[in-house]
């Protein structure tokens, strides 16, 4: 960052192209264009698609918000498949049923770090001619069948403040084709080649040169942050596997998870509710989260939104009110994973 603030050019420039080359080089894609936040990346995503009105983005119902603000944004309509409990992430089972002749982009969401079942969701994709648009704000370096998310179409990542990587705000946007690639670095940049030739409408999505400096050495220490996290979530497994009321999350089969959340299901066997859960480990000084609390399709925002489809997806309602996640981050020490592991045993055995 000091060599930045010295170079008196703080803006987008050459620390900008070495955080796109390092990410590429790390995860192994041809191109990663940064960009400001993970919402625009996912927006300039969907533009280079050149979706029409009516045309169909088939999502998650369980996922962050702005999947589906970018989405509205493109001005595509959103439809949305049902998840699986084992990962949180949308059924291929439930995709192939909810894709229609409008349907142009499948985009599924790697939650909490795990990729979803990308074998057959790229198989749906294949047979119905979609673009896929993997949402991995939460899966740096996340694999199946060892290609990383964001390798099976155009990926899209976010390094906001609570992200495995973060530059305070920020984006990437990964993929091997060139002609996305180049159509992505002008319209993140006012549209314009070179300067004050506008060959598009474009945004401004720079990202800055001090932004990527922070996340440069993230980069290059990542592979220990994600071994950290494995070593904890598999000391919080150990600890809390049998116990009443709560399922612990799984890395499934040909996946590799780089946890960025560790989520447990606290069913109808505990005999606590989860509010008072969440509630009574504050107490004791663990800080667990609910992500997220309801579907997408639980709002009213939504719910009467003339580009948004309803459907039912009973698992993500269900899951939706199960849904826990505890403390996996690189600061925990055994003794602290103890702790969790002891205050969860505490109030569901009581
Ligand atoms: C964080 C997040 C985003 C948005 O990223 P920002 O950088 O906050 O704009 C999109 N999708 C998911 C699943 C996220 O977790």
Excluded: C
């Amino acid at each position: 960052m000091l060599e930045v603030l010295r170079s008196g050019s703080v803006a987008q420039g050459p620390m900008v192209k070495r955080l796109e080359d390092a990410f590429s080089s790390a995860f192994g894609f041809r191109h990663s264009i940064a960009v400001n936040n993970g919402t625009t990346a996912l927006v300039a995503a969907l533009e280079v698609f050149d979706l029409r009105p009516g045309d169909e983005v088939l999502t998650s119902p369980f996922t962050f918000v702005a999947t589906l603000n970018a989405i509205l944004e493109s001005g595509a309509t959103a439809t949305f498949a049902d998840i699986t409990e084992d990962d949180f992430n949308i059924d291929p089972a439930s995709v192939a049923s909810a894709i229609t002749d409008r349907t142009r982009v499948l985009l599924p969401v790697h939650l909490y770090g795990q990729m979803a079942d990308m074998g057959p969701l790229a198989e749906l994709a294949q047979k119905h001619d979609l673009r896929i648009l993997e949402d991995s704000a939460q899966s740096h370096g996340a694999t199946y069948d060892g290609i990383a998310a964001g390798g099976f179409g155009v990926g899209t990542f976010s390094f906001y403040a609570t992200k495995n990587i973060t530059t305070g705000e920020g984006g990437m946007i990964t993929t091997d084709d060139d002609t996305l690639a180049d159509r992505l670095r002008v319209l993140r940049n006012q549209g314009m080649r070179e300067r004050y030739v506008y060959e598009v409408a474009g945004h401004n999505y720079r990202l800055t040169d001090l932004q990527a400096a922070l996340g440069i050495p993230q980069l290059e220490n990542y592979s220990s942050v994600v071994e950290r996290r494995k070593l904890n979530a598999a000391r919080l497994t150990t600890g809390l596997k049998g116990l009443p009321g709560v399922v612990v999350p799984r890395e499934l089969p040909r996946r590799s998870h780089v946890w960025h959340q560790f989520t447990i299901r606290l069913t109808d066997d505990a005999p606590i509710g989860r509010d008072e859960f969440v509630a009574r480990l504050a107490e004791t000084g663990v800080g667990a989260g609910v992500y997220y609390p309801r579907t997408l399709l639980d709002y009213s925002a939504y719910r009467d939104h003339p580009r948004v489809r309803q459907s039912a997806v009973p698992v993500a309602d269900r899951v939706a009110s199960e849904v826990v996640s505890l403390p996996v981050h690189t600061s925990l020490t055994d003794d602290d994973i103890d702790v969790i592991v002891e205050s969860v045993a505490a109030l569901v055995t009581a």
